[in-house]
């Protein structure tokens, strides 16, 4: 997994708590990113991070903040969790190379009861 | 609005048949194409990937056919093993200079039987 773990696995909450979700990598690459995962619409960007404090948003933004205090790690918040937030969220970093590949982490499952 | 289609959504192949899967994109500043394998939990795997300029690339088994006039490629996995079963994604790179890099298809899920 290119050294990325991400933290709980898994996580079941109730609507209207906060949850925060932890990426961590060790090999100091600059870009990161969260994706959710869901049926029938494959991997979409939350939000990312092309370095400490740096962040920007993607195409399902809505509901969630990140945080990038420290280049190894990205932390995806949602501030009220919500039934349509459950999904499996996965982290991505970038290799810097000729064709930038993204590599993945092993995901957190996230169930909103 | 989808910028990456994928087909189809669900796949079953025989023990040593040959695995298509099809990609169209609309964005002609995509500038790289891969595809990822993801087994049941865990998180997607670079698979194999192609640029533009190529109109096919082989590993092993696995072939990615690319048609630019018609902005469409394709994964073929010859001699499909059950092994090979798995969740199978196409993506493609937005162009130098943006942050965003990657747009995905929805996804297809691939059995092959024994």
């Known amino acids: 997994d290119a050294g990325i773990t991400q933290s709980p696995r898994h996580k079941v909450t109730e609507t209207g708590t906060p949850v925060t979700l932890r990426c961590h990598q060790t090999?100091?690459?600059?870009?990161m990113y969260w994706y959710r995962q869901d049926p029938g619409h494959g991997l979409r960007l939350i939000h990312y991070?092309?370095?400490?404090?740096?962040?920007d948003k993607g195409e399902v933004s809505d509901g969630y903040s990140v945080s990038r205090s420290k280049t190894e790690d990205f932390l995806l918040t949602l501030e009220s969790a919500t039934s349509s937030q459950t999904s499996v969220y996965f982290c991505?970093?970038?290799?810097?190379?000729?064709?930038?590949?993204?590599?993945f982490g092993p995901g957190t499952r996230l169930t909103v009861l | 609005q989808q910028q990456v289609k994928q087909s189809p959504q669900s796949l079953i192949v025989q023990k040593g048949g040959i695995s298509i899967i099809n990609c169209a994109y609309e964005?002609?500043?995509?500038?790289?194409f891969p595809w990822y394998q993801q087994f049941p939990g865990k998180g997607p795997a670079l698979l194999i990937a192609?640029?533009?300029?190529?109109s096919e690339k082989k590993e092993g088994r696995f072939t990615i056919s690319f048609n630019k006039s018609a902005k469409q490629f394709s994964l073929h996995i010859m001699d499909s093993q059950p092994g090979d079963s798995a969740t199978y994604f196409c993506?493609?790179?937005?162009?130098?200079?943006?942050?965003?890099?990657?747009?995905f298809g929805s996804g297809t899920q691939l059995t092959v039987l024994p």
């Open positions: 090999e100091n690459h600059r870009y």
């Open positions: 991505a970093i970038k290799i810097q190379s000729s064709y930038n590949e993204q590599f």
């Open positions: 991070s092309y370095g400490v404090k740096d962040t």
């Open positions: 964005n002609t500043a995509f500038d790289y």
């Open positions: 993506a493609a790179k937005e162009p130098p200079g943006s942050a965003r890099q990657l747009t």
């Open positions: 192609i640029r533009p300029d190529v």
